[in-house]
C-alpha cells in the first residue's frame, strides 16, 4: 500500500553496521562524483567493483553497498 500511494517518493532504509553483520553503504549524492570515484576504484583495484551492489539513486546519485567484517 505504501508504494501505491506514494510511489518512487519513498525510500526504504538499510540497517547497516554491527546489527546488520557488517552491511555498509557509499552515499554518493551526485554522478558528478560517482564517476571519478568508481574511475578511481577501477584503477586501483579493478576485482573490486563486481563485488559491490550498486543503485542508481534518483538524484541521480549511487549508493554502494559491501559488507565489512570490522564496522
Same mark, same amino acid.
Given at each position: 500500500?505504501?508504494?501505491?500511494?506514494?510511489?518512487?517518493?519513498?525510500?526504504i532504509?538499510?540497517?547497516?553496521?554491527?546489527?546488520? @553483520?557488517?552491511?555498509?553503504?557509499?552515499?554518493?549524492?551526485?554522478?558528478?562524483?560517482?564517476?571519478?570515484?568508481? @574511475?578511481?576504484?577501477?584503477?586501483?583495484?579493478?576485482?573490486?567493483?563486481?563485488?559491490f551492489?550498486?543503485?542508481?539513486?534518483?538524484?541521480?546519485?549511487?549508493?554502494?553497498?559491501?559488507?565489512? @567484517?570490522?564496522?
Amino acid at each position: 500500500r505504501w508504494f501505491n500511494t506514494w510511489g518512487c517518493c519513498c525510500g526504504i532504509g538499510v540497517v547497516c553496521g554491527a546489527i546488520s @553483520s557488517g552491511v555498509e553503504t557509499i552515499d554518493i549524492d551526485s554522478m558528478e562524483y560517482a564517476d571519478p570515484w568508481l @574511475s578511481q576504484v577501477r584503477l586501483r583495484a579493478p576485482h573490486l567493483i563486481d563485488r559491490f551492489v550498486m543503485v542508481q539513486t534518483p538524484r541521480p546519485g549511487l549508493h554502494v553497498y559491501y559488507r565489512c @567484517s570490522t564496522v
